[in-house]
């Protein structure tokens, strides 16, 4: 079965992180005992999370952040390190994000599935928008698991 990387892809505060720290929290509450890898990115602005856990014999990196290139490029090596075949990450609409994650799947093999961020200029509709690309994130990553 072909490993799969699932791109969030959107402009800057757009909800990447938000959506993305969701699907962690989802899949660490799930198996708590499972988590082989954590560590949480903090600073005045932002609390990012790099993750991987084993869910049902597979391994599963998630990370909330992306917006630097040389970041993105070293968790990926990590979960590359530690045998992910399902990986989670954001990435900016161009530049150096998707240019990182895109060499990672040739140089490892890796089907890479684009999930547009869902958004709207309307501030009331953010939550509603994040809890959709959440559920059809986590439905992705089941299915992507169920094949391993």
Do not use: W
């Not at 990926?76 to 530049?95: K, S």
Request: glycine content about 4%; proline content about 3%; some cysteine.
């Amino acid at each position: 079965m072909p490993n799969h990387l699932f791109s969030l892809k959107a402009t800057q505060n757009r909800g990447k992180t938000r959506t993305i720290l969701m699907v962690i929290d989802h899949f660490r509450n799930i198996a708590p005992q499972n988590i082989i890898y954590e560590y949480h990115y903090r600073n005045h602005e932002h609390h990012d999370i790099c993750i991987v856990l084993k869910i049902q014999n597979t391994m599963v990196g998630l990370v909330s952040r992306g917006d630097h290139a040389d970041e993105l490029y070293e968790n990926l090596e990590r979960f590359q390190e530690n045998g992910c075949t399902v990986i989670l990450c954001p990435t900016h609409t161009y530049g150096f994000t998707v240019g990182v994650v895109q060499d990672f799947c040739v140089e490892y093999g890796f089907q890479h599935n684009v999930r547009n961020k869902r958004q709207s200029n309307d501030p009331a509709l953010e939550d509603a928008l994040n809890l959709q690309d959440f559920h059809e994130i986590v439905d992705d990553l089941n299915n992507a698991i169920a094949l391993n």
